[in-house]
Structure formats: structure tokens, C-alpha cells
């Protein structure tokens, strides 16, 4: 499994092969930002519970183990040029829905 950052394709559309797929994950949009695609080889991808975005920025996927499922969160964090406001939104909203209590 393998997360593809910066793929922008205007239409979401899925790759399927005979040992692997390329997924999307996001939102479906005429702007060319925010592109993420995940790879999964034929074994993950026959144990894939769930693929789908939390929002613009953050993915989420569910894939069953032996003993346990994986929950991976992958996350398309602003990058440092961006405006002091945007990042800040993005790391308050990231913790907030993550945060652990103790």
C-alpha cells in the first residue's frame, strides 16, 4: 500500500488491474489541488474495508488483518508558504478530531 500525493486528474476515476489498484480519495473538482490516489497490491486490496475522505485534507482506510483491522489516516497538511490562518484551521480541526484522551 502506498499513498500518491499531488496526482492531480480533473475526473476521480478509479484503476483497476489484474495485482493492483489505484484508488481515489477526495473530492471531485475542475481545480487541479489536492490530488491523492492510494496503491494497493491485490492482497491489501482484497482486504480493503474502507476508503473515504474526512474531508478535503484528511483520508481515512480501514484494512482487515489477521487478528485486527488497520485504520491508516493520511493527511495532506498545507505546506510551509502557505497563509498562517490556513494551517492553523487545518492542525485545530486535525487535532480536534484526533486528539486522545487520557
Do not use: W
Not at 482484497?46 to 482487515?64: G, Q, S, T, Y
Not at 491508516?72 to 494551517?87: G, Q, S
Amino acid at each position: 500500500m502506498c499513498a500518491l500525493q499531488e496526482i492531480v486528474r480533473i475526473k476521480k476515476e478509479n484503476v483497476r488491474k489484474k495485482n493492483f489498484a489505484i484508488l481515489c480519495c477526495g473530492r471531485n473538482s475542475d481545480k487541479h489541488e489536492f490530488g491523492r490516489r492510494f496503491y494497493f497490491s491485490r492482497d491489501i486490496m482484497d482486504n480493503l474495508l474502507d476508503l473515504k475522505p474526512l474531508n478535503e485534507r484528511i483520508c481515512k482506510i480501514v484494512v482487515k488483518l489477521k487478528y485486527y483491522n488497520l485504520m491508516l489516516i493520511v493527511t495532506y497538511a498545507p505546506t510551509e508558504e502557505k497563509d498562517e490562518v490556513i494551517k492553523e484551521e487545518f492542525y485545530s480541526r486535525y487535532v480536534m478530531r484526533f486528539a486522545i484522551t487520557t
